[in-house]
């Protein structure tokens, strides 16, 4: 069973950066591609970028220029850097693991799901 830990959430004022991390762990590691979603107080939870195993990113037009995915497969972890932040970025951040070998934004392909750390934006 997968467990994916994120950290790194807290409280940012507007136009600050914040730099989530999460780390996989456990036997079944065969999942390819690795996605950041957030889910604001009575909104759907939303796809903010996603990377997969080789390298390819892709984000949410709402973050575009201002988030940057990354990974250290060594360390089976991933970094979202988020920049220039916005009251609108504030919510849960999720990290999710997917099998699909490409960068996918559907979130319905994610099999397995962190707790979730809260980033808030004022």
């Not at 957030?38 to 939870?45: I, T």
Request: aromatic share 10%; charged share 15%.
């Amino acid at each position: 069973h997968v467990q994916l830990v994120e950290s790194g959430g807290g409280s940012v004022q507007a136009g600050g950066a914040l730099r989530l991390s999460c780390t996989a762990s456990g036997p079944d590691l065969n999942f390819a591609c690795m996605g950041w979603f957030r889910q604001a107080p009575a909104e759907e939870r939303e796809v903010v970028a996603v990377i997969a195993r080789i390298g390819t990113t892709a984000y949410a037009d709402s973050v575009k220029g201002r988030f940057t995915i990354s990974q250290d497969n060594s360390k089976k972890t991933t970094y979202p850097q988020m920049n220039s932040l916005e009251l609108e970025d504030s919510g849960v951040y999720y990290c999710a693991a997917s099998p699909a070998q490409w960068a996918e934004l559907n979130q319905r392909s994610y099999t397995y799901w962190g707790q979730g750390t809260q980033v808030t934006v004022s």
